[in-house]
């Protein structure tokens, strides 16, 4: 059984995913399948904390930077997973 948190976890990052990449939300709406959903749940764990870290004064600066490429890298896995997937859907 899926835990509640993560459920919430799951839908609020692809939500922010939708919002930072709007020229995949039909994918991002429609998108299932656990390596997706795992990804918008970490999306969704690495923005809280990104948004955590910039309003701390004295969190060093590298973690910022550190957060900042972590959440660039996410989604661009979500880019690469969804531009595969259409790919598969075509074969």
């Known amino acids: ?19 930072r990449l ?12 656990a390596e997706i959903e795992a990804i918008f749940i970490a999306y969704e764990r690495a923005s809280a904390y990104q948004d955590w870290i910039r309003g701390e004064r004295s969190i060093p600066g590298q973690w910022t930077a550190y957060h900042d490429k972590l959440v660039a890298d996410l989604e661009e896995a979500v880019r690469q997973h969804l531009t595969a997937q259409r790919w598969q859907d075509f074969s």
């Open 22 to 33: 709007p020229a995949l939300r039909d994918q991002l709406r429609s998108a299932s399948g």
């Open 1 to 19: 059984m899926v835990d509640r948190e993560e459920e919430i976890e799951r839908e609020l990052g692809r939500k922010k995913l939708m919002m």
